[in-house]
């Protein structure tokens, strides 16, 4: 599967952005999906990731209740709405797809989007 984020941008804080995902490939519904994020000069860290079917959904706590992960499969795509956005949350943001059995090795990746928070 390919996978194509877009949606990054420059917002102040406290503002939103929704960052979208695009899978090609027919298989899409069959993975679940994560979203992750480097900032600069920093390791890769999760954010957040949601079943196949959309039921189940995790997050890192430092962005519980301010970011949510949802998807469409019938658009073959997967959203990350970010909503009361800090600067700590400047970083690129990267979609990825974990498939069956689905053992967190998120075997794609997308090329990343960069969101920038001003103070």
């Known amino acids: 599967v390919q996978l194509q984020a877009s949606g990054g941008g420059l917002v102040q804080a406290g503002g939103s952005l929704r960052l979208s995902c695009a899978a090609s490939g027919r298989t899409f519904s069959s993975y679940a999906m994560g979203w992750f994020r480097q900032a600069p000069g920093k390791e890769r860290e999760f954010v957040a990731r949601i079943s196949w079917s959309g039921g189940t959904t995790y997050y890192v706590n430092s962005v519980k209740g301010r970011l949510t992960i949802s998807r469409d499969n019938a658009k073959n795509t997967v959203y990350l709405q970010m909503n009361s956005l800090k600067p700590e949350d400047t970083a690129v943001y990267y979609c990825?797809?974990?498939?069956?059995?689905?053992?967190?090795?998120?075997?794609?990746w997308g090329q990343g989007t960069l969101v920038t928070v001003s103070s």
């Open positions: 990825a797809a974990d498939s069956p059995p689905y053992e967190l090795k998120y075997d794609y």
